[in-house]
């Protein structure tokens, strides 16, 4: 049988009424969010697999909602989450995270969440007077055919700081969970594509098998499937290494017919067989709809834009 994570959550304290409203309103609405995509995947905040490598891809289409969503989830279920940002900025992401009932800012200040903001890194890298400001994650920047070895001790030190408990007084979290935005942006920094993939195997390993934690990364492909373009090949390289990694793959694309105003697109669900029951689930594809406050999943065909 497959082993999963069970939240212990702590009974809230007593507050004002207005307060308890607006705690009892939030919760209605992240219930309300993703509570379809949840169940596709058989999981919940309070009961999840450990030790699972999961891969967001997308392809003429963006997949940014389900970051969004396993950031909120891993939070809600009291992990210790490390997120590597390459794209999007923590301001984006908390004003995001607001809406789906999770503030990003009390996350920091508590030691639940370790945030890497690559965009403003890199300044610390590019500009003399910025060089001791923080952390040298982003040092491979200098040259990046040597590889990303700064990036893996960044959350190397991050997870296992995290797992190696505190003082008696330390908030006790879950298992922990690394978060990356896209990893294809390191290959236009000029990483190479074996790099990369050194990079997610030896972060697999650390979380995943050590610590029985949980990755989650999310990679682009913006050309079609059959081109062979220059450009291209690096990302479709990466995607295939990562999926052969990976114990999940969520894929997003655009519809086959094209642009559809009620239909954004849909998602394909791949699990890997086990090897403790030895069985292969099927691939699972249902299109959604992005709203502003959630997203909605349904079978192909049964959407009311198209009966």
């Known amino acids: 049988m497959t082993r999963r994570w069970r939240c212990r ?16 309103s ?26 699972e490598f999961i891969l967001l891809s997308d392809r003429q ?6 970051i969004h969503h396993f950031l909120s989830f891993y939070l809600k279920a009291r992990c210790k989450v490390c997120f590597v940002a390459l794209v999007q900025s923590f301001s984006h992401y908390h004003a995001v995270s607001q809406r789906l009932g999770v503030s990003l800012t009390q996350a920091k200040e508590k030691g639940q969440l370790i945030f890497l903001e690559g965009l403003k890194e890199s300044l610390s890298v590019f500009l003399p007077q910025e060089e001791n400001a923080g952390h040298q994650a982003m040092s491979f920047l200098r040259d990046p055919a040597a590889g990303l070895r700064s990036l893996y001790e960044f959350v190397q ?9 505190g003082g008696a ?6 298992p922990p969970v690394l978060l990356m935005d896209d990893v294809s942006v390191l290959l236009s920094l000029g990483v190479r594509v074996g790099a990369v993939l050194d990079f997610s195997h030896y972060c697999r390993t650390t979380v995943c098998s050590q610590l029985q934690g949980n990755v ?12 062979d373009d220059a450009d291209d090949e690096g990302s479709e390289q ?18 086959p017919t094209g642009y559809c105003r009620d239909i954004h697109g849909q998602v394909e669900f ?12 099927p691939k699972k594809v249902f299109q959604f709809k992005v709203h502003d406050k959630g997203v909605s999943f349904f079978a192909r065909g049964t959407s009311r834009a198209v009966l």
């Not at 959550?9 to 007593?14: D, E, G, R, S």
């Not at 939030?26 to 030790?51: C, D, H, K, Q, W």
């Not at 007084?169 to 879950?174: D, M, V």
Request: hydrophobic share 30%.
């Open 61 to 66: 289409s963006d997949a940014s909602f389900l």
């Open 216 to 227: 989650v990364m999310l990679v682009r492909c913006d050309g079609e499937a059959e081109e």
């Open 238 to 255: 990466l995607m295939r290494g990562l999926t052969h990694q990976s114990c999940l793959t969520l894929h997003v694309q655009g519809l």
């Open 270 to 281: 791949c699990w890997k067989k086990r090897q403790s029951d030895g069985q292969h689930a």
């Open 169 to 174: 007084s330390a908030e006790q979290w879950g």
């Open 26 to 51: 939030s919760e209605l609405v992240r219930l309300a969010m993703f509570t379809e995509l949840n169940s596709i995947l058989n999981t919940s905040p309070e009961s999840f697999t450990p030790g």
């Open 157 to 165: 030190s991050s997870v296992v700081e995290s797992s190696g408990g």
């Open 9 to 24: 959550q702590t009974k809230p304290t007593k507050s004002l009424e207005e307060n308890e409203n607006l705690q009892r």
